[in-house]
């Protein structure tokens, strides 16, 4: 990296007497400069801290440029942690690699036994929601809101080069290939930088609007299993989130595909980096989540939730990117898959939830207060969004979302928070089910739903009379372990499921399935199906938090005399 420059723009109100930069460890830097005079008053390598004061403020509303080199050289081998991000064949590092403007906490100790042993006091992992300081930033960039993005970056030869924005020119120099990209409007200050021996796979997808979106996937040339399908994925998710949420705000988008020494996907603007591992050589079993589809459809999500729609850097920050990433992902799967099939995904993401909170080692919040706690935005996050949609309605939910998207898309400082995202679901939520809103978003609310006996008798005109007892509990945890019981008094499914053969293969149909009041703790039902039953359940799908997921359905067994 030579001669690397950004322009600094200053949004405070009142002069700016020095400027902080936060340096990668990792990195070498040298020739950091500004446009205009200034003197170092502190130095500390150590820590990649450096404060340089300039000579002459800069006011309100000025600019100058900074121009610095660096280079990343590693020497040898380390026991441990070795950093893969710059290879010989899959390069992909990110932003980090470049100077960070400010004093910036994310890197301060959060860990409470160090903070303790050092004597620190302990360390919130967010700010409130109700912080109207921590509002004016995102999580994403402290440094920075919404950006113009230009670069030049040269590679091998024989290497294709890519970052944000969209190829104005390349060309070869003096044994380097270089390409030169330029994005058409402002993005967020979160970009990457890949290069490899790359294929690449093209097609169009025709927006509403009549542009035609340009698909690439740069693959590494056998890796072909999974291009068919990440494809499908990324039409059919453009399709549902321009129709439901907003219109895409690029040209193109364009998955690469990086080694296998790291394994999730990331959304920078109009560019998913991809790992090897979890998309291009994944193994799919018809009979499992067809994860390359479900990633591929989660990252595109992204560029509506984060790169439209950016939170303020205060608690619920992920519910805004994540969870609704993974409502948009849930929703393309379930138009492609159908909902019977979107039942084992919702367990898994239970279980991961309820397996995550076990480990929680602080707090746990309500979901529209998580403070960067994976088990709550991401597996809690898809099965109460989930349940939301199914509760309230798509169309209404994603009419309400489409309403929010068009109020804070692309905003400047301050930025919203789920309390303004509530706030638009409530107005579509009926009155008898604004309980679902508290329960699922704004408390911890658990269930012991189960099935405590099931049977059936054949009558005489061949159908089906069976009758079933259940039990309901409801309670609320404080985030620390103690749980209260309250009064259940919820609308819950309640299915009876017999099988038939489908396309040579057994599969659970539906033969009676319908919300119901409970409003005690133990209830009895009694239906007449058309098919011999097999299954009876309350909440069978998983849509609440149940403590114990797997005790929610029981197999019917013939009545005897």
């Not at 902080?20 to 446009?35: A, C, R, T, W």
């Not at 409470?112 to 992992?125: A, S």
């Not at 059936?456 to 309670?475: H, I, R």
Request: proline fraction near 4%; charge should be negative; aromatic fraction near 14%.
């Amino acid at each position: 990296m030579r001669g690397e420059s950004a322009l600094l723009k200053t949004s405070q109100t009142r002069p700016l007497d020095s400027i902080h930069l936060l340096l990668n460890s990792d990195v070498e830097y040298q020739n950091i400069n500004f446009s205009q005079s200034f003197d170092q008053a502190l130095i500390d390598d150590g820590y990649g801290y450096h404060i340089y004061q300039l000579k002459q403020p800069l006011q309100p509303g000025d600019s100058l440029s900074l121009t610095f080199e660096a280079a990343y050289s590693p020497t040898g081998f380390t026991n441990t942690g070795s950093n893969t991000d710059i290879v010989e064949n899959g390069t992909f590092f990110n932003h980090f690699y470049f100077p960070m403007i400010g004093y910036n906490d994310i890197f301060e100790l959060r860990d409470v036994d160090i903070r303790k042993k050092y004597g620190l006091e302990e360390r919130k992992r967010f700010p409130s929601i109700d912080d109207t300081v921590a509002v004016y930033n995102t999580l994403i960039a402290q440094d920075a809101d919404w950006i113009d993005f230009e670069a030049t970056v040269s590679t091998t030869p024989d290497q294709i080069a890519i970052v944000p924005g969209y190829l104005q020119k390349e060309w070869e120099e003096n044994g380097r290939k270089y390409f030169h990209y330029k994005m058409d409007s402002k993005m967020l200050k979160f970009y990457s930088i890949v290069s490899a021996r790359y294929k690449v796979e093209k097609d169009v997808w025709k927006a509403p609007d009549g542009r035609d979106i340009n698909l690439e996937i740069y693959y590494h040339g056998p890796h072909t299993y999974n291009i068919d399908r990440m494809m499908d994925a990324m039409k059919k998710s453009l399709a549902y989130f321009t129709e439901n949420f907003s219109p895409y705000q690029h040209q193109q988008v364009r998955i690469l595909e990086f080694p296998r020494y790291a394994s999730f996907a990331q959304s920078f603007a109009n560019t998913i980096p991809y790992s090897e591992e979890v998309g291009f050589i994944a193994d799919v079993d018809e009979d499992d989540v067809d994860y390359p589809f479900y990633i591929t459809a989660h990252e595109l999500a992204h560029q509506w939730w984060a790169h439209q729609v950016i939170g303020g850097n205060v608690q619920g920050f992920q519910f805004l990117s994540e969870t609704m990433s993974q409502y948009g992902a849930l929703m393309v799967m379930e138009k492609e898959f159908g909902p019977e099939n979107i039942k084992k995904y919702l367990k898994y993401e239970m279980n991961q939830y309820l397996r995550g909170r076990t480990a929680e080692r602080v707090e746990e919040l309500p979901a529209l207060l998580s403070e960067n706690q994976l088990y709550i935005h991401y597996n809690k996050g898809s099965v109460i969004m989930y349940a939301l949609k199914d509760y309230i309605g798509e169309d209404s939910l994603n009419a309400a979302l489409r309403r929010y998207i068009d109020a804070v898309a692309f905003q400047e400082a301050p930025y919203t928070t789920t309390k303004e995202w509530l706030s638009y679901v409530q107005e579509v939520t009926p009155d008898s089910l604004k309980y679902i809103l508290t329960d699922m978003f704004e408390t911890i609310t658990l269930f012991d739903n189960k099935v405590t006996e099931a049977t059936y008798e054949k009558l005489d005109d061949d159908t089906y009379k069976v009758a079933f007892k259940v039990e309901a509990n409801k309670l609320r945890d404080d985030g620390h372990g103690e749980e209260t019981e309250i009064r259940i008094n919820d609308y819950i499914d309640i299915g009876i499921f017999g099988r038939e053969k489908v396309d040579g293969k057994w599969k659970d149909i539906p033969l009676y399935f319908q919300k119901h009041k409970i409003d005690k703790k133990e209830m009895e039902f009694e239906f007449t199906v058309n098919s011999q039953p097999r299954e009876v359940g309350i909440d069978p799908y998983n849509k609440l938090i149940d403590r114990k997921p797997d005790d929610n359905t029981k197999r019917v067994t013939r009545k005897t005399e």
